[in-house]
């Protein structure tokens, strides 16, 4: 049976088709494209408004990374509830929302680099998905492999995009025990 | 005589973080030196530490960029001043997984890592919840679950329940639950072996920040203050802080604080070329000094 997941990687190339410029990177392919320090890049107005559209949609696939991250440990420690596992539903829909919302966000030039990225994760993400609902099963390495693979790449895709313009993180360093919440006070603010 | 040599190593520091994060209230009171530290324990054949500190390869020019940490040093460097190596490194013990705490598990490719069971399953848990919730595992780091999941593969996670006597002999692990963070744990180490004894070395990962969460300021008078952030409760963290100094037979300065810069004035240390601190609380039989 065809998933959500499925469809939504389809409909997610149909996109990436249209993309000026950037070659593409497949889910397999980690190796990336160099990154502009973050300092040099500059905010022009459009590019704060793409800031401020693609924060949730990022926020959305690094939960659904998250949550089928979780879904691989409960399956390498032998769990046998997978199958159905309420956090398969909510990383699944967690990508549609994004899927939706990055569909409706053009990126300006300062962006492409990120928007690139974020493509890329969502696609990763997606398979990572599909791959759970077909195969994932308690310590069969094959089958945690078929999600791990994807993941791996999607994580390392949400990393990238990180550095290519500000605002996004993977990991809320602000809410880290030690986080020097000084600086963290000037980031955040407007 | 010691049965193992302990240090506490620093890695990178925040030179200027505020102190309210150390000790909850103190705001609008200056900042202190927060340096990032993790503790290597040599002797009977192992070379085991507390936590690992954070991935600077994923988030180490983010965070000196924009936290403020500073001078961070790969593990083969912060080791070598105590003569050893990453590879060399037999047991890891996770007081909890944020990622500043578990987060360079791949620089320690022999080790094999201890954590609380409750931490993974309930970090996992918490995963599922509203996105509301997502406050409770945003310092987390989706690719530390990852790696998590290939140290089970390997053979190299023990998902420890609970209370758990002589991991290594004379090191004792300790839940600290629902404090700090859900699964959180102290490490005991006995350093002549002998149940109860008192001379031991507490490591509590962040239950505590600096030895005012264990004393107050008033010496007179003292009193537990907690550290801010707390994923569970503050009444656990001050039980938990009771119950290490009780093991410490009241001696709190055996109860360490990593992220304390006054460690340098209680125990023998030195500023290695690197710039960074290495504070020695004890030295087994044949042990050179690695301060002196």
């Keep these: 049976m065809i998933g959500l997941a499925d469809r939504a990687a389809r409909r997610l190339g149909d996109r990436l088709e249209s993309l000026p410029v950037l070659p593409r990177v497949g889910v397999d392919d980690i190796s990336g494209l160099p990154s502009e320090p973050l300092r040099q890049v ?103 492999d078929a999600v791990l693979g994807p993941l791996r790449a999607a994580h390392q895709n949400l990393l990238w995009a990180t550095t290519a313009l500000p605002g996004f993180e993977v990991v809320a360093l602000s809410q880290a025990c030690c986080a020097n919440h000084t600086a963290t006070a000037k980031r955040s603010s407007p | 005589m010691s049965d193992y040599s302990i240090w506490v190593l620093e890695y990178g520091a925040v030179p200027n973080a505020p102190k309210g994060i150390t000790v909850h209230g103190t705001f609008n009171q200056g900042t202190v030196k927060l340096p990032y530290c993790y503790v290597v324990i040599k002797g009977k054949g192992h070379l085991a530490m507390v936590d690992v500190g954070y991935n600077d390869k994923d988030y180490g020019k983010v965070i000196a960029d924009s936290y403020g940490v500073q001078n961070w040093q790969a593990p083969a460097a912060v080791l070598a001043e105590i003569g050893a190596t990453p590879g060399q490194v037999t047991q890891a013990f996770i007081t909890h997984a944020h990622f500043d705490h578990m987060g360079n598990t791949d620089d320690f490719p022999n080790a094999t890592f201890y954590v ?22 945003a310092a987390t780091d989706p ?78 008078d003292p009193q537990y203050i907690p550290i801010g952030l707390a994923t569970g409760s503050q009444i656990n963290v001050l039980l938990k802080i009771e119950e290490m100094i009780k093991l410490a037979h009241g001696e709190t300065r055996r109860v360490i604080p990593i992220h304390d810069e006054g460690l340098k004035d209680i125990f023998p240390s030195r500023i290695s070329a690197k710039g960074l601190r290495v504070t020695e609380l004890a030295l087994a039989k044949g042990e050179a000094s690695r301060v002196k």
């Excluded at chain 1, 829909?93 to 974020?118: M, R, S």
């Excluded at chain 2, 918490?126 to 997502?134: D, I, T």
């Design chain 2, 116 to 137: 609380q069971e409750r931490e993974i399953s309930k970090w996992v848990w918490s995963l599922s919840l509203n996105r509301k919730f997502r406050w409770l595992n």
């Design chain 1, 42 to 144: 500059k905010i022009d107005d459009a590019t704060a408004a793409y800031v401020a559209k693609m924060r949730d949609p990022f926020e959305l696939l690094r939960q659904a990374e998250a949550q089928l991250a979780g879904l691989l440990v409960l399956a390498t420690a032998g769990g046998h509830a997978i199958a159905g596992h309420p956090m398969l539903e909510l990383a699944a829909e967690a990508v549609k929302q994004a899927e939706d919302g990055i569909q409706t966000i053009k990126a300006p030039p300062p962006a492409l680099h990120h928007y690139h990225h974020v493509v890329q994760a969502l696609r990763a993400i997606a398979q990572a998905t599909a791959q759970a609902r077909r195969v994932l099963r308690p310590r069969d390495d094959a089958a945690i």
């Design chain 2, 143 to 220: 690719g530390d679950i990852m790696r998590i999941v290939d140290l089970a593969r390997q053979g190299r996670l023990v998902s420890v329940q609970g209370d758990r006597a002589d991991v290594i002999p004379g090191v004792d692990l300790h839940e600290a639950f629902d404090t700090h963070t859900w699964g959180s744990m102290f490490v005991n180490v006995r350093n002549d072996g002998k149940p109860g004894s008192a001379d031991c070395w507490i490591f509590a990962g962040d239950l505590i920040y600096s030895y005012a969460n264990l004393e107050g300021y008033d010496p007179a």
